[in-house]
Structures are given as structure tokens and as C-alpha cells.
């Protein structure tokens, strides 16, 4: 029931509903509902009926959702900020009412100046100008309207410098008339900026920019395998945070100055467990291997498995001498024997190698 036939805000429960007959039925459901878990209602604080009402500093009605006036008469009988708190106050009472301040990041930006760091700004006649704009843009403020299901979205958007705004609204029944559902804001950061800039340049080849979702850092092996190229450049594999774990000699002088290198790592998420490994041949090209588990494991366990499904492919390839390197610490020592194997579950696996 909750957000589509009551909304509750700590103590407070408001039923709604758009038909008078509708409500009727919303209240009995309720009713039962309290019933059911033995809950009680205080009859001097509920009312009845009402087509408007208080809820969490703003009023809704049938038209929709409007500032509260006593929260617009506090802003509204501010003087000018004189210090940095005082600042800070004046845009904490403006972001509480935000979603009905049209690009009220881009026009309160002189004013989010005097808080930037180590050198905050002074309060200047463009800064009054903002002051005064906003009070007077809240002596009518817009009224938010509910969304229709049956009806199309409808949301524009203005990018600035360092900040973008947008509006989302809908037509009214008539299908004339633009009504406002919400207006969001946002302050770019210095990143997000240089971002922005590239991404209008790389509109000129069709190139669409695309946010790179969140990956694993040591993941090397899938980033590898899924992008091999045949003039692939091989990666430094002398990395300072890695030991060398397996070394061989042999007779062929060619093989010894130039052996083989195995690079293995695995990659654990919501779906499952995978292992990778890949290989550096003597002619510099690389060679991908990777796994997925169908069963549940530890992350050392699954650094095993990787590291040992490399080295038997180099067996089966007949490598003679090969390096192998591994971002874990544990697998490593354990294997060169640096460190002692004490969990059950890794034995079988350090005598698998």
C-alpha cells in the first residue's frame, strides 16, 4: 500500500486516493491492515475528508504539490548573508525546496562561489542580484502536478558551463497546456566539466560517450582476453607489488633469454566466479585462457584455480621454461614455500600444483 494508496513519514500515515468512492475502499483496506498487526490510532489527531493537507513542510491538494507558505516567509524575510554559516543556511533552506526552483544551481552559482575552498569568496552586488531573484521567483511559486500513467513524459534539459538543469513535466487533460512534475539541478564537478567537453567534441564523428561501469582493478586477464588484438602491444609485467613464483632453466639459450610469461588473476561477482589466465610467447604474442566456476569459493581458492589452470596448459603446450605472475601475495608465498598452507580448504589445492 505504501506509496500508491498511503505515504507514511515517521509517525504521520496519509490514505489517498483521486474518487471519493475510491477512498472509501482505500480506508477500509487499511483499517483491516491495522487490525491485523494490532495497531492503534489516536481519533483527537486523524481527520477525514480533507482535499488538502500538511506533509513533511508542503501542502498537497487535488492540484498537486505546492511550498509550504510559512517555509517561503522564512526565506523570503532573510537579509543578505554576512558570513560563511550564514551562507550555508540560506542554500540549505533552498535545496529543501528544490524540485520547484527552475535551474537553481545555475542561478545561485555566485552564490555557491562564497563556499568554495581555500579562497571563499565576498558577497558582491551579483551575488544581491541572486539573492533578490530568488526571492522573487518564490513570491509565486510554481505547484507541482502528480503524474499521469496514461501519458507521455516529457522532460527538457539545459546544459550549462558548470551546471545543468532540467524540468520534467506532462500535458493536462486538454493536451494544450505543459504542467511541471519536478525540477532537478545538478553542479558539475571539475571532472564532470572536462567530461562534458569531450563528449561534445566526439559528437562531430558520431561517437557516443558511455560511462564505463565499475570494474575490478586487478582483473588483467578478462580486460586482456576480451580485447586481444593481433599487433597487440604486451603489457610491463614488472610490477612492483608482484613476486616472481616459478622460474626454470634449460639448455636452449634462445628459450632462457627469452621465455615464456603467464599472468593469471580471477574476477568474483553477483553471478559467479571467473578465472583467467594469459600467456606471452617467445614471438611476443598473447594467448588468453579463462574459466567460469559453477560453484561457490573463496577468492584465494579461485586464485589457486587460476594459477593452476595456466600452468597446465603450459604443460599440455609443451612450454619448457615459463614465468609466472600473480597479484596475490598468499598464493604466491604459499607456493614458493615462504609460507605455511593452514587452511583445509587450500591444501588440495597447493598439492594440485
Keep these: 500500500m505504501i506509496h500508491k494508496e498511503i505515504e507514511v513519514y515517521v509517525d504521520d500515515m496519509i490514505a489517498k486516493s483521486r474518487i471519493e468512492k475510491e477512498h472509501v475502499q482505500v480506508l477500509r483496506k487499511l483499517f483491516l491492515r491495522l ?12 481527520t477525514f475528508g480533507d482535499r488538502s493537507g500538511k506533509l513533511i513542510g508542503f501542502v498537497v491538494s487535488e492540484k498537486g504539490t505546492e511550498i509550504n507558505a510559512d517555509k517561503v516567509n ?3 524575510e532573510l537579509p543578505p548573508p554576512c558570513t560563511q554559516k550564514e551562507v550555508q543556511g540560506f542554500l540549505g533552506r533552498l535545496n529543501y525546496i528544490a524540485r520547484f526552483i527552475s535551474q537553481l544551481t545555475e542561478e545561485c552559482d555566485p552564490i555557491f562561489c562564497l563556499l ?4 571563499p569568496g565576498i558577497w558582491d552586488e551579483e551575488c544581491q542580484k541572486t539573492f533578490d531573484k530568488i526571492k522573487h521567483y518564490l513570491s509565486n511559486p510554481p505547484v507541482l502536478t502528480p503524474s499521469s500513467p496514461d501519458r507521455s513524459l516529457i522532460l527538457y534539459l ?5 551546471s545543468m538543469g532540467c524540468v520534467l513535466g506532462q500535458h493536462d487533460e486538454s493536451g494544450k497546456k505543459e504542467r511541471a512534475i ?21 559528437f562531430e564523428f558520431y561517437i557516443v560517450y558511455v560511462n564505463q561501469k565499475a570494474i575490478k582493478g586487478s582483473a588483467i586477464a578478462d580486460f586482456i582476453a576480451s580485447r586481444a588484438l593481433e599487433d597487440y602491444e604486451p603489457l610491463n609485467f614488472d610490477f612492483p607489488n608482484e613476486d616472481l613464483m616459478y622460474t626454470a632453466t634449460t639448455e636452449e639459450d634462445s628459450q632462457e633469454a627469452h621465455p615464456w610469461k603467464q599472468n593469471f588473476d580471477r574476477a568474483s561477482n553477483a553471478m559467479g566466479n571467473e578465472i583467467g ?10 594467448y588468453p585462457f579463462a574459466s567460469k566456476l559453477d560453484f ?14 595456466g600452468i597446465r596448459a603450459a604443460i599440455e603446450r609443451k612450454i619448457k621454461v615459463l614465468e609466472v605472475y600473480g597479484d596475490s601475495t598468499l598464493v604466491i608465498y604459499q607456493l614458493n614455500g615462504e609460507w605455511e598452507t ?12
Design 35 to 46: 487490525r491485523k498487526f494490532q495497531l492503534k490510532l489516536n481519533p483527537a489527531k486523524c
Design 74 to 76: 522564512a526565506i523570503y
Design 342 to 353: 593452514r587452511d583445509p580448504k587450500l591444501i588440495n589445492y597447493k598439492a594440485g600444483y
Design 182 to 202: 519536478y525540477y532537478l539541478g545538478k553542479k558539475f564537478t571539475e571532472c564532470e566539466t572536462r567530461i562534458d567537453r569531450w563528449q561534445i567534441l566526439l
Design 158 to 162: 539545459a546544459i550549462f558551463r558548470n
Design 116 to 119: 568554495k575552498k581555500p579562497n
Design 296 to 309: 561457490d569459493c573463496m577468492n584465494n581458492m579461485t586464485e589457486y584455480k587460476a594459477c593452476i589452470m
Design 277 to 286: 589466465a594469459v600467456f606471452l610467447s617467445l614471438n611476443r604474442d598473447n
